[in-house]
């Protein structure tokens, strides 16, 4: 764990799997920007603000995955601080049977051992019209950035830094990356192309680089995820069912995948690569004696 200085009252936690920023309204108070993962990151967080006798002042989160939102109820609960969200994530993470709204390859059961967690009431949904948050009296610009989910948003500190979530992936990560995930990629692609246009001092990304300019990043991102969907196209040498695509991609690809959570998990990723591929026309679902097929055009 280790905390890196990026600028003015902008920091940002380090603990080893993700980047979390925060921002120093004074010596004690710190606004969040998302929270990690509650499994990995909990007893970091833990000491990083007793050593440091921090408060958490707010949390405004880029968008409500398990390795973003993870302790949002941990914290609100200990602090009693205001949290910011997506709207439309903010109504995911209000109950269990709303998570069901976006993870509906689970059941109830999956998502309440392994999401449950993620229930937390927002105080300040940030709707699509919104341009900027304003948390323990500073004021945080909001750049909406949907695609890798439903309604990711960037999220710029009064320093000028900005914090990009997962809506850019480092070229680290690029290296090892098999399938990386994206809800809907078409949009995702989109909202890559939108940060060209965001202008800042310092950009950090959650997984896991701290940039001072990303022009080259954005375009590495699109190409990266772009190569990723050509190769699923080249593994669907004939027409196949979505498990058969699966095993040819987890076997080519070398992913482990050895429980139902993982293998629903994959499948979700796969079907945003095979969503794409048919939005862009390079391939067709065709039903024959009752078996929906993918078939490469
Ligand atoms: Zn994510």
């Known amino acids: 764990m280790e905390i890196l200085e990026i600028k003015g009252n ?30 990995g990151e909990r007893s970091l967080l833990k000491d990083f603000l007793q050593q440091n006798s921090f408060t958490v002042a707010g949390i405004i989160n880029s968008h409500a995955h398990i390795d973003h939102c993870g302790n949002n109820a941990y914290l609100k609960e200990h602090f009693g601080c205001p949290v910011a969200m997506p709207a439309a994530e903010a109504t995911i993470c209000e109950s269990l049977l709303n998570l069901k709204l976006y993870y509906s390859a689970f059941s109830l059961k999956e998502i309440r051992e392994h999401l449950g967690h993620m229930i937390c009431h927002v105080d300040c949904p940030v709707t699509t019209d919104r341009e900027s948050v304003e948390m323990g009296g500073a004021v945080f610009k909001i750049l909406h950035t949907p695609g890798h989910s439903i309604a990711h948003v960037c999220i710029t500190t009064p320093d000028d830094v900005a914090y990009v979530g997962d809506a850019l ?13 994206a809800c809907v990629l078409s949009e995702d692609l989109k909202s890559k192309e939108k940060l060209r246009g965001l202008v800042c001092s310092h950009y950090v990304l959650a997984h896991r680089g701290i940039y ?26 004939r027409p196949m069912t979505l498990q058969e695509l699966a095993q040819e991609t987890v076997a080519n690809f070398h992913i482990g995948m050895g429980s139902v959570f993982k293998y629903n998990l994959i499948e979700r990723m796969l079907r945003s690569y095979l969503e794409y591929l048919t939005e862009t026309g390079r391939i067709a679902l065709s039903v024959n004696d009752s078996v929906l097929r993918y078939t490469r055009l």
């Open 10 to 39: 902008t920091f940002c936690l380090d603990t080893g799997m993700t980047n979390i920023p925060f921002y120093k309204l004074d010596q004690r108070r710190i606004i969040m920007l998302d929270t990690g993962w509650a499994a």
């Open 212 to 237: 001072d300019n990303i022009l080259e990043l954005v375009e590495d991102n699109i190409e990266f995820y772009k190569l990723r969907a050509e190769k699923i196209l080249a593994l669907l040498v």
């Open 169 to 181: 992936i480092s070229h680290g990560v690029m290296r090892g990356a098999k399938m990386p995930y």
